[in-house]
């Protein structure tokens, strides 16, 4: 019997539990495809008929959160796809963004400032 249940594990694998929450952008596009009854990959084949495609894996990361700051082109082919305005999708997204430091100006990715260089003293 474990040998059984092992291997339906292993098959459909198991459920997923949400730790977190998804951020507003995310969510609202998960509601949107939803509410149109396309999987992750309908949502990517529709997107290519309309000639802004997306990949499946990038709309699933963009809904749940993971991908960090979506492109432009993204914003813009979700726009097109789900007919919301572009300026509303963008400013969903910065809704998620992170907020300024102490002194008013954000981190650039990978948590170091662009441009700066380190000399060394002997």
Known sequence: MATFQRNLTKRIGRPRIRAVERPPLGQRLYEERTRRGWTLDEAAEESERLG???KRGTIYAIE?????EPRRRHIMAFS?????PADELASLSLLAADPPKENGRRNAPGGSRRGTATASTS
Do not use: V
Request: glycine share 16%; hydrophobic share 40%; net charge negative.
């Open 64 to 68: 749940e959160g993971i991908s960090g």
């Open 80 to 84: 097109l796809l789900y007919d919301i």
């Open 52 to 54: 802004r495609p997306i």
